[in-house]
């Protein structure tokens, strides 16, 4: 089942997030978010060759606060379950 975020919304990475030369100002490999950092979906959209696939752009928390670039990401790398967590206890 395919998760079914909205831009605006506060997600969480799955798993370590990495170039994958679509930044040609980074490494390729540079590595854009670590496991659980935080980061706003800002639109989503699909790739020509995986039409049936949402992918989603989110902007993910960088150094001193600042919002890193938006990459692409598929739903699977994607949780809002540390969100929820910290709202559950509230």
Known sequence: MESNFQ??????????IRNDGSFPDLHEDALIAAEGTRGVVINEGHLEEFPD??????????????LGPAVGVWPEEL?????????AGA
Do not use: C, H, M, W
């Not at 831009?7 to 370590?16: H, K, L, M, R, T």
């Not at 696939?53 to 902007?59: F, H, N």
């Open 7 to 16: 831009p605006g919304d506060i997600v969480f990475s799955n798993a370590e």
């Open 53 to 66: 696939k949402t992918l989603y752009l989110v902007r993910f928390d960088g150094a001193k606060d600042v």
């Open 79 to 87: 949780t809002q379950e540390q969100l929820q967590e910290k709202t």
